[in-house]
């Protein structure tokens, strides 16, 4: 199995910042893309940053310009780097990775359980 797991979420107050992390563990041949999501109350999930195993990133348009995703291929990690967070921005964040188990196999989408950001005014 794999295990993605979220961490560095909690309270900060608008315009402060934020590191999250997400860690893949498990049986893993290759990571593909990567990505933060956020489901905020009574809202849809919708997509925050992801970045391919090349690097090339894609931003919502509401977190350009203040939030950075990267990764580290070595720990299968992927970071979200939030800056000048606004209260609009509180919501679970969810971290996605598109895994590939073994050569023999195709990959897959894997989803942590979450983190909770809150950014009060």
């Known amino acids: 199995q794999v295990q993605l797991v979220e961490s560095g979420g909690g309270l900060v107050q608008a315009g402060g910042s934020l590191r999250l992390s997400c860690a893949a563990s498990g049986s893993i041949f290759i990571i593909y893309g990567m990505g933060w999501y956020r489901q905020a109350p009574g809202k849809e999930r919708e997509l925050v940053a992801t970045?391919?195993?090349?690097?090339?990133?894609k931003y919502a348009d509401s977190v350009k310009g203040r939030f950075t995703i990267s990764r580290d291929n070595a720990k299968n990690t992927v970071y979200l780097q939030m800056n000048s967070l606004k209260p609009e921005d509180t919501a679970v964040y969810l971290c996605n990775a598109e895994v590939k188990r073994s050569a023999l196999v195709q990959y897959r989408d894997y989803w942590g359980k979450g983190a909770l950001v809150t950014v009060s005014p």
């Open positions: 970045i391919s195993s090349g690097g090339n990133t």
